[in-house]
């Protein structure tokens, strides 16, 4: 199967080899919870609610009193992956996905500005289309400011893969299922830190650059994108309350 057009140059769906899926947000979608998000990156939906800081309820978990705890749940609706296999929840994926997007906020979140607290997020796949890792730490990220939960910097994540001798940005789930190699990253991005760096597959040196730099970019991009949907739901907050 070619994943590029040799004529047009143009993916599967449409798309360059550099070009992003379409993104769309919006926060607020959980109204019990103390901040949410719904995010997609093309056909890939998750949904993220935030709940705390609040009192530790189980204190054995709490490594540390003079941070707060940050906990974290993935899992995939049953109705998101269309006829592939639906794994039971707790399973060794999603734990270890779990714990990777804990991880990744942990990196972003003040934890020493709330001691003796926890910090719940959870995180749900809607419709899965590739880049699901990705989409749940960037819908944390909208998830978390919603919260009002102090952050040093937004953290964002994209994917890039390697197919067809072309470096491939945002890969969806046709090009993430090709066997390729991908690495899938998270920065903070006005520090221009890297907090998240995974990769399947091996890749050489030069091209394994290339590749990483790509989905940097990608991450920049949904930063920015990120940024302005914060902005919007900021002035919609203020008109609210001139209202």
Same mark, same amino acid.
């Given at each position: !199967? /070619? ?5 047009? @140059?143009?993916?599967?769906? @449409?798309? +360059? ?13 959980? %109204? ?8 997609? !990156? ?17 204190? @054995? ?5 003079? /941070? ?27 734990? /270890? ?16 500005? !709330? ?18 890792? %990705? ?23 994209? %994917?890039? @893969? ?67 949907? !914060? ?6 907050? /203020?008109? +609210?309350?001139?209202?």
């Amino acid at each position: !199967m /070619e994943y590029v057009n040799p004529l047009t @140059g143009l993916r599967i769906d @449409g798309r +360059r080899p550099t070009e992003m899926r379409h993104l769309k947000a919006q926060i607020g979608v959980v %109204s019990k919870a103390d901040g949410s998000a719904l995010f997609e !990156m093309g056909n890939t939906r998750v949904i993220a609610a935030v709940y705390g800081p609040r009192e530790v309820q189980n204190r @054995g978990q709490q490594m540390n009193n003079n /941070e707060a705890l940050v906990r974290c749940e993935y899992s995939m609706a049953n109705f998101s992956t269309g006829d592939r296999a639906r794994k039971p929840k707790g399973d060794r994926r999603s734990t /270890e996905i779990s714990l990777v997007i804990r991880q990744t906020m942990e990196a972003c979140i003040l934890t020493k500005l !709330m001691p003796r607290s926890q910090i719940d997020i959870f995180v749900q796949v809607l419709q899965a289309d590739g880049g699901t890792r %990705s989409a749940c730490i960037n819908a944390a990220t909208l998830a978390l400011a919603d919260a009002g939960i102090p952050m040093r910097d937004i953290v964002t994540s994209c %994917s890039a @893969g390697y197919l067809c001798t072309m470096p491939l940005l945002d890969l969806n789930y046709a090009e993430d299922s090709a066997g390729g190699p991908d690495v899938t990253v998270g920065i903070l991005a006005k520090m221009d830190k890297v907090t998240l760096l995974q990769m399947d597959a091996k890749l050489p040196l030069d091209t394994f650059e290339t590749v990483m730099q790509l989905a940097i970019e990608g991450c920049k991009a949904i930063a920015q994108y990120i940024r302005e949907i !914060m902005l919007q739901n900021t002035k919609q907050l /203020e008109c +609210r309350r001139g209202s």
